[in-house]
């Protein structure tokens, strides 16, 4: 659990109009590749102290149905895989014990 004050501004608050309602946030990070994806995620601290990253995706389907829903689906088993590797780094780990 995050101990830090969550009205405290942190280093990587962007501030002004993007830090209210309780939450900090930072700058957006852009990841743009002209007319075919792009990514944008931004680091938030909630008004109860909990840290988040928050990503958007935006990726160009196929024309045809067929190969479109390939792509989704390929997009969401790598979305799946990425969210669980990064859960599984945020978990907690065991203590060991002390002799």
Do not use: F, Y
């Amino acid at each position: 659990m995050n101990r830090r004050n969550p009205n405290e501004h942190t280093d990587w608050c962007a501030g002004g109009h993007r830090c209210g309602l309780g939450e900090h946030r930072s700058e957006e990070i852009v990841v743009d590749i002209a007319g075919r994806s792009r990514a944008v995620l931004v680091r938030v601290r909630t008004a109860a102290g909990r840290e988040h990253a928050e990503v958007r995706v935006r990726v160009a389907l196929a024309p045809a149905e067929l190969p479109a829903r390939r792509q989704l689906i390929g997009l969401l088993g790598d979305l799946r895989h990425a969210v669980t590797r990064a859960a599984i780094a945020a978990r907690p780990r065991p203590r060991k014990a002390t002799s």
